[in-house]
């Protein structure tokens, strides 16, 4: 039952450096989604996705790309890590997102610091 | 505009006793989704509840119920006879094909259950 793993599990980062959070999903899901999480303000959409070849940008999208070649994976790329982008990023997915009663589920979260 | 808004930071129940969290939200949408997710210390996210738009009933998961009041858009989560377990952060969060179906969060409650 692997569900929604994402990789790796911490990281840190120097300022101005590249890298790539993995997120793979196994249950077939349509729709996939990039968040942060910071102190006080909740989980904020950075990318979206509603099916393979199909992207989109969330609420705080700048300073990360996206792509979406299989329906199975979700990367999110860090272009140039800035200190802003230190946090906590969750992947999730769910069935299409056409019906507002389709829980998603989530990765167990990459803890990233940007130095 | 806040699409979800929790205004409770944190809160303190006794063991055995009820806590409810407030959850406010803003669509203009007539079909939407509601959820609760919870975030204990070791950082997963997991899912409690759903509320659909149209549902005549209040949802309920276990000792979980969702005391939902549309005129008010409100989406009050109860959890019934609190136990130590229950210490996390809860999320409110919904789903609105007018934001395609993202699913978009409020900033959070932390409950701390006390013995």
């Known amino acids: 039952n692997a569900g929604v793993t994402q990789t790796p599990k911490f990281q840190v980062l120097k300022t101005g450096q590249s890298m790539t959070l993995q997120c793979a999903q196994d249950m077939n899901h349509e729709y996939m989604s990039w968040y942060r999480q910071d102190p006080g303000m909740g989980l904020r959409l950075i990318h979206y996705s509603v099916g393979a070849g199909i992207t989109d940008q969330g609420e705080v999208p700048n300073g990360y790309n996206v792509s979406r070649s299989t329906t199975e994976d979700f990367p999110l790329r860090l272009l140039s890590a800035a200190p802003s982008q230190t946090s906590v990023y969750f992947c999730a997915s769910s069935n299409s997102g056409q019906g507002g009663n389709t829980e998603a589920f989530f990765g167990q979260g990459t803890r990233l610091t940007v130095v | 505009a806040q699409k979800i808004t929790q205004t409770q930071p944190g809160m303190f129940v006794q063991e055995k006793e009820a806590v409810t969290l407030d959850c406010t939200y803003d669509t203009s949408d007539q079909s939407y989704g509601l959820f609760w997710y919870k975030q204990p210390s070791s950082g997963e996210m997991i899912f409690l509840i759903y509320?659909?738009?149209?549902?005549?009933q209040n949802a309920t998961e276990g000792r979980y119920s969702l005391n939902f009041q549309k005129a008010r858009k409100s989406a009050n989560l109860v959890i019934s006879a609190s136990q130590l377990g229950d210490s996390a952060m809860y999320f409110c969060?919904?789903?609105?094909?007018?934001?395609?179906?993202?699913?978009?969060f409020g900033a959070g409650t932390t409950v701390t259950v006390r013995a």
């Open positions: 969060a919904m789903r609105e094909p007018s934001n395609d179906y993202k699913l978009s």
């Open positions: 509320q659909g738009s149209y549902d005549e």
